[in-house]
């Protein structure tokens, strides 16, 4: 099992910085990718970005350019950097982490944590 903490929400203003964390517990040694999405209310789950184990990332189209995905391996920790923050990008963000288990992708998740962008 995978346990994911994430941490680092909050209230910002318009053009705002935020940046969350999520650190990763337990049988982590064979996790191949970690992510953040997003949930605002009445809308589905929606991918913001992944990072693999060897450090490739990928974003969606409508954080490009804001947003950045980093990890620090030795922390087990996921990090995401949100600049420019607009008032479309108040969700709960979440924390996915994917493990390969004899062939089968897993999937773990955080708590959630909630970012609020308004003035």
């Known amino acids: 099992q995978v346990q994911l903490v994430e941490s680092g929400g909050g209230l910002v203003q318009p053009g705002g910085s935020l940046r969350l964390s999520c650190a990763a517990s337990g049988s982590t040694s064979n996790i191949r990718q970690m992510g953040w999405y997003r949930q605002a209310p009445g809308k589905q789950r929606e991918l913001v970005a992944t990072?693999?184990?060897?450090?490739?990332?990928d974003y969606v189209d409508f954080v490009k350019g804001r947003f950045t995905i980093f990890r620090d391996n030795a922390k087990n920790t996921v990090y995401l950097q949100m600049n420019s923050l607009k008032p479309e990008d108040t969700a709960v963000y979440y924390c996915n982490a994917q493990r390969l288990i004899i062939g089968i992708v897993n999937d773990y998740w955080g708590q959630g944590t909630q970012v609020t962008v308004s003035s």
């Open positions: 990072i693999t184990k060897s450090g490739s990332t």
